[in-house]
Every structure is written in C-alpha cells, then in structure tokens.
C-alpha cells in the first residue's frame, strides 16, 4: 500500500496541471515535427536529436518511443509529457525493487518516497525532452548488471545512449570497472544488442560521409576534451557538483550541507555492515562520471546537471541504504526535514498562476485565439522568440490547422518577452512596423499575439 500511495503520488506530481507548466520551446518544437512526419508522412529516420557537439547526433529511438504519445494524444504535447509521467513512475517502481531485493525493503521504500516527492526531481521529470525517460533505461541496466542478464544490459545501455549520450556514455566505463575480472564469453551476447542499439547510427554515418565518426575523432583526439585540468578548475567542477547533487535532496544550504557531511561520514562507518556488491555497483556508477568529468574540458567547457540524470537512481538507492544502515531514527528524522522542505517548495511552485517561463497553455490560447479570429480566412504568422527559430510555434500551427504559406493581407505575430536581447526584439518589431500595420492586440500570460493587415 505504500509503495503504491507513494507511486500514485509521484505520478500526479507530475501531471498536474501538466499544460500550465510544460515547457514547449526549441528543442520540443524541433523534437514534435519530426515526430509529426513520422505519424503523418510516414517519414522514418536514423538518427535523433542533436547533442551539444557540433556534428554529433543521438540515435532516433527518444522519437520513436514517445510517438506513440502524440499519435495517442492526437498531437498535443502534453498527452507526451503524461506519458513521459508514466515512465519515470516505473522507474521509481523499479528502484524501490532494487532496494527491497539487494537491501531491505526499507531501503527501497526510502528510495522510492525520496525520488517521488523531491521537487528539484519533480521538475525534471516534466521537461518534456529526450534525457527524461533515462532512469528508467539506467535502473534497468543496473538490475540486469546485478542478474547478469547480459542481453539486457547491452540494450538497455545502448538505449540509454540513443536519449542522452551524455549521461549514458559514462555507464561504459562503470561497467567495465565493475565487469573487469568477471568477464566470460557469455558477455558477448550483451555486446551484440548493444551493438545492434548503434546501427542507425553507424549506417546514417556511412551514408553521410562519415560524418559522426569523424566529429567523434575531432571531439577526442584533435580537441582534447578530455586532459589534466588547473586546481581552480578542479574546484570550480566540484562546486557543481554539490550544487548539482545537493538540492534535489535539502532545499536550504544548511541541511544540505549537514546531510551531505553526515552521509559521507556515515557510509565510512557503516561500509562493511552494507551488502558488499550493490554497494560497489552502486558508489561505482555514482563515482564514474564525476571522477571523469574532473578532466573534461570539451564543448567549451559546459557540464549541466541533466548529465547526471542516468546516476541519480543509484545515488537515492546509496543515500537510502546509508540512512537505513545508521538507524531507522535518523533515517525518520532526515525523511521527516526532507518532506517538510520538498513538499513546501512543490506545493509553491504548482500554486503559480503561471510559472515565470513560456510554457504550453498560453502558446496554445494564442495560437487557437489566431485561428478563432481569422474565422476561416487564409492568414500569416510570425513569431520571436529569444533562441531566434520558432520551431514551437511552427509546430503548434501545423497541429491546429494549416496557415496560409503564400503572402496574403491578414498577419498574426505572436511575441515572446526577450529581456536579455532587446536590440533583437526591438528589430524585428521594426520590420513587423515596417510592412504592416496593427489592427488588434491581445495578452496571453507572457505573449503578445496582434493582428496585423500587410500595407
């Protein structure tokens, strides 16, 4: 029963007003178009999103798995988010499975209860993008890691890599370190799924000139991404990742720093009374990424704390089984601080009127106010917004109905605030000005949508 309760509540967390606070910019515009040609045009493709490195694409499986959602949702991205809701609640199930069959159910349960009703884990697992569904992926992967179910393990790993390469190339590494005296031929089986994960990939970049695995050299070897780095850069890396790690847990700077200090101290203490391989495997996967990124200097340097999403199920399994191990009161005592802080912060942010982003109901009022006003006649849009292509909006156009390509007379501009670029706003309100005159102007939330009639 408590399990269930904490699943349930984990999963409306998450829904909840899902629409309100569904960020639907860019990279979800770019994402919901193509999935848009796969279900209308039957448009099938090798490769997925675009990583952070210049000439380097994820493998298509994130736009094959969440199609599904918009064909269900019959286009509206927030039935994609739901289901996306849906997924990291059976990755919470699965953790709490971990937990109970390597630890103790106590274990699992502390586990489960901290991934559900964490805010800053929350709010993550609304983005509707393609590092969300990786804790399932990641929990998976360690179970079978425990089974040795190696078919398994090399899929759900090559899976892992197709949603966010960034994260997941650092379960290689881990598994080797946990793998490297254990290695048998019944191990090959779990390099073949792995390797069959890759084949889009690998043919897209024979067809292509070898495009990936030529950004891929230029990434390791002429740049150098990863190389001794200065004590200054070690330090500031390592300030990221308290900064990473600690909110999602404590949400003021002096419990997190308490809970950080006794759960470190802690585990010294408690080592040998822990079961001996989850532990390893666990501090191991933790450990993997952070050790390696202390010497990554790639992509201009830039490490954001989604590249953690495929560790933390194993750092809340770590944290659980530390807490449980010292004594079932402190573990009560930091369950009771956590709740009280987490569940204060989650109930203020899903209060908002609105939260202090674009997000998707205003987008869609004004795109259905666009279509309602013209009233059946042909008109154009235009939009700004501050990353300069409007892939959103050009999305929630082609969902609703079908804008007039060719010029006619009627023009409907929608508006985003840009308050960190307002040369690049104040121009293109020049050139809307310069070619047409405003004949209505409405608000939705933060968007500015007007009716224009070209001159």
Do not use: C
């Not at 064909?71 to 991205?77: D, E, S």
């Not at 990936?212 to 990434?219: D, H, R, V, W």
């Not at 750092?315 to 709740?339: H, N």
């Not at 569940?343 to 309602?372: E, G, H, K, M, N």
């Amino acid at each position: 029963m408590i399990i269930f309760l904490t699943l349930l509540s984990a999963f409306f967390l998450r829904i909840y007003r899902v629409s309100d606070f569904l960020g639907f910019w860019y990279d979800q515009g770019r994402d919901a178009l193509v999935i848009w040609d796969l279900l209308h045009k039957g448009k099938f493709f090798l490769i997925g999103p675009t990583t952070g490195i210049e000439g380097i694409f994820l493998g298509p499986f994130y736009y094959y798995f969440i199609a599904p959602a918009y064909a269900l949702g019959r286009g509206h991205p927030a039935v994609a988010a739901v289901f996306l809701a849906l997924v990291n609640a059976a990755a919470i199930y699965l953790v709490y499975l971990f937990g109970r069959k390597y630890f103790n159910q106590t274990t699992g349960l502390l586990a489960a209860i901290l991934i559900s009703f964490s805010t800053r884990f929350m709010q993550d697992q609304r983005w509707l993008s393609n590092p969300t569904p990786l804790p399932l992926f990641a929990i998976i992967a360690l179970h079978a890691l425990m089974q040795s179910r190696w078919w398994l393990l090399g899929l759900s790993v090559g899976l892992s890599l197709q949603l966010e390469a960034a994260s997941a190339i650092f379960f290689l590494p881990a598994i080797l370190v946990i793998l490297h005296r254990k290695f048998n031929r019944h191990m090959l089986i779990g390099l073949l799924f792995f390797g069959l994960t890759l084949m889009p990939q690998i043919i897209f970049n024979f067809r292509h000139q070898n495009i990936l695995f030529g950004a891929f050299k230029t990434f390791l070897v002429s740049q150098r991404s990863f190389q001794p780095q200065p004590v200054a850069f070690l330090s500031t890396r390592l300030k990221f990742y308290y900064d990473t790690f600690t909110p999602r847990y404590f949400r003021t700077p002096g419990t997190a720093l308490f809970f950080s200090v006794f759960t470190l101290g802690t585990l010294v203490l408690v080592w040998r009374k822990l079961p001996n391989t989850p532990l390893k495997v666990l501090l191991i996967w933790w450990l993997t990424p952070m050790v390696l990124l202390l010497f990554y200097h790639g992509n201009k340097g830039y490490v954001w704390d989604y590249y953690f999403t495929g560790v933390f199920p194993a750092l809340t399994l770590l944290i659980s089984a530390i807490w449980v191990k010292t004594g079932r009161k402190f573990a009560a005592i930091f369950l009771t601080i956590f709740l009280y802080q987490n569940l204060s912060a989650t109930s203020a942010f899903l209060r908002q009127p609105q939260p202090a982003y674009i997000s998707l109901t205003p987008q869609i009022q004004a795109v259905d106010w666009i279509y309602s006003n013209a009233a059946g006649k042909p008109f154009n849009t235009d939009a700004y917004v501050p990353p300069v292509i409007p892939y959103a909006y050009d999305y929630l156009f082609l969902w609703r109905g079908r804008p007039e390509t060719r010029l006619v007379a009627d023009l409907y501009t929608i508006q985003e605030p840009d308050p960190g670029h307002p040369g690049l706003l104040n121009a293109w309100l020049a050139r809307q000005d310069s070619y047409s005159s405003i004949k209505q102007t409405v608000i939705f939330g933060p968007l500015t949508v007007q009716h224009r009639t070209r001159r």
